[in-house]
């Protein structure tokens, strides 16, 4: 079955950075375009950034310029490097694939935190 295991999390100060990761089982990665997705507390989820299976990217406009969406296809990983990092990036951040089966299913992984505080 699809497994989505995000990582990469933790504690960083503002103006920092972290590379989140996304490992994905159970489909065909490659075929598949990808997005990473945040909550903060209290709040809906939001889509951060996508990536096509051909490697075309979108992003937030809040995003725009600090972070960038990967992925390595050989490794089915999907990564998100987030630089200049603000106390209001705070949230748990997800990965999913946008449309897919599970995704209008309502399948999220487990997620992981990032906090961005002095």
């Known amino acids: 079955q699809v497994q989505l295991v995000e990582s990469g999390g933790g504690l960083v100060q503002p103006g920092g950075s972290l590379r989140l990761s996304c490992a994905a089982s159970?489909?065909?990665?490659?075929?598949?375009?990808m997005g990473w997705y945040r909550q903060a507390p209290g709040k809906q989820r939001d889509l951060v950034a996508t990536i096509t299976n051909g490697g075309r990217t979108t992003y937030a406009d809040s995003m725009k310029g600090r972070f960038t969406i990967s992925r390595d296809n050989t490794r089915n990983t999907l990564y998100l490097q987030m630089n200049s990092l603000k106390p209001e990036d705070t949230a748990v951040y997800y990965c999913?694939?946008?449309?897919?089966?599970?995704?209008?299913?309502?399948?999220w992984g487990q997620g992981t935190q990032v906090t961005v505080s002095s």
């Open positions: 999913n694939a946008p449309g897919s089966s599970w995704f209008l299913n309502g399948y």
């Open positions: 159970g489909f065909t990665f490659s075929t598949y375009a």
